[in-house]
């Protein structure tokens, strides 16, 4: 088994353009989740999915933020447009039945400029 | 919500000691406590977690307990070695549900 799958593992970009992460979780499990991850802030969850579903994005910081999975496979989180305050460590982590471990990928690091 | 509150926060122990972590929870109906250990630049990794039908669980240098009555558990790393130095997470998750309640993490440094 790979584990999670997570892309770009870096990103540096300039403050207004857009940046799209991508997820590809464990085969097999049904829930994935964005955490974001500071000095400042810990670990914060952004928004997770069951089967597919978004069930809960409070943790989205505001309208910049958007999160989509179209299939069982797949998961994209995107900032548009992005500030330098979004610089952090992004992971992604799949899961399956509720009550059991979630699994993290390897994250992406975003610096904006 | 769940909230959940760790201690220490920093932590330094002799290689060789023993080394606890504590974490409480709000919900009563959490039951399910798995910790996590990220060492600098990498992703957190599950070490070992626990259920609320059970009082202790052990793997090799690493126990965990649990006491629902005060909705507290704790890591207990024994014999620590220097590749152990990492920031711990505990969490906890409510039953039936998918989402985990991170604690604020615990950097533990083995002084060799």
């Known amino acids: 088994d790979a584990g999670v799958i997570q892309s770009p593992r870096h990103e540096v970009t300039e403050m207004g353009q857009e940046v799209t992460l991508r997820c590809k979780p464990i085969s097999g499990h049904n829930s994935l989740f964005w955490y974001r991850q500071t000095m400042m802030r810990g670990l914060e969850l952004l928004i997770y999915f069951n089967n597919n579903v978004p069930i809960d994005d409070s943790g989205m910081p505001e309208d910049r933020f958007s999160a989509k999975m179209p299939n069982a496979s797949f998961s994209t989180l995107k900032i548009q447009p992005s500030e330098p305050r979004d610089s952090a460590v992004y992971f992604c982590a799949s899961g399956g039945l509720a009550g059991r471990a979630q699994y993290f990928g390897p994250g992406t690091r975003l610096l904006v400029l | ?61 690493i126990a965990v307990t649990l006491n629902k009555t005060a909705k507290h558990f704790s890591l207990h790393i024994t014999e620590t070695q220097p590749e152990d130095s990492a920031v711990y997470f505990c969490a906890a998750s409510i039953k039936d549900g998918n989402q985990f309640y991170f604690g604020t993490g615990t950097s533990l440094t083995v002084i060799p």
């Open chain 2, 1 to 61: 919500g769940e909230n959940v509150e760790q201690h220490p926060s920093t932590l330094s122990v002799q290689e060789g000691d023993s080394a606890v972590i504590k974490c409480t929870y709000s919900d009563s109906a959490s039951n399910y406590f798995p910790w996590y250990k990220q060492e600098l630049g990498k992703r957190p990794q599950l070490i070992i977690d626990i259920r609320s039908n059970v009082g202790e669980k052990k793997d090799q240098r």
